[in-house]
């Protein structure tokens, strides 16, 4: 993935813009709506663990290719390893 310089540039700052929105996305830990969708069996996993789950993939797929999460242990992210 991205094997010459300036696609890697390209790919870096594509994942500075929109891992810190998705990973807002999931929403709140203790939403009432989760709460709801869990209970009617809409949703398997919580918030939370859907978060985790996500993050686990995107920070074992950019290790994999040598890319870097920035902002990650900011408001605008979650911690990273």
């Known amino acids: ?3 010459c310089p300036e696609e890697r540039a390209h790919v870096q700052l594509a994942l500075e813009y929109w891992y810190p ?3 807002r ?3 709140p ?3 009432e ?3 709801q969708h869990r209970l ?3 949703k398997a996993k919580t918030n939370e663990e859907l978060q985790e789950d996500w993050q686990a993939l995107v920070q074992s797929t950019c ?3 040598k890319f870097v999460l920035i902002g990650c242990g900011t408001e605008d992210a979650p911690a990273c390893d």
Request: proline share 0%; net charge positive; no cysteine.
């Open 1 to 3: 993935m991205a094997e």
């Open 21 to 23: 929105r998705v990973a």
């Open 29 to 31: 830990a203790a939403a």
């Open 40 to 42: 009617f069996h809409l």
């Open 25 to 27: 996305s999931f929403g």
């Open 63 to 65: 290790k994999s290719f």
């Open 33 to 35: 709506g989760n709460k």
